[in-house]
């Protein structure tokens, strides 16, 4: 299977938008009810968000050098966010 092949697929992209809106969700909602743990979970969240951002632009570099085509090059950029996104998603619906 190729593991780029998420961002071309309608129905995986409509998946992630899906998972994204759902975690942002509970993740808000748990915010709300434990405000005196919310700073450390907010620089949790950051920093999650900035480990799959430099994985994806590791990622896209390393796509861009080998020479892909530019749709290879999203794909590789967006596959470390999928992944984090499903990964949450999965975790916040099993408790």
Avoid: C, D, I
Wanted: overall charge positive; hydrophobic content about 60%; proline content about 5%.
């Amino acid at each position: 299977m190729n593991p780029f092949a998420a961002a071309t697929n309608p129905f995986s992209t409509a998946t992630l938008a899906w998972q994204t809106a759902f975690v942002f969700t509970l993740r808000s909602l748990r915010l709300w009810a434990e405000p005196a743990a919310a700073q450390a979970r907010l620089a949790a969240y950051a920093l999650e968000k900035q480990k799959a951002f430099a994985a994806g632009a590791m990622a896209a570099g390393q796509a861009a050098l080998a020479g892909a085509a530019a749709p290879a090059v999203f794909e590789a950029a967006l596959a470390p966010a999928h992944r984090r996104v499903r990964a949450n998603a999965r975790k916040l619906m099993q408790g």
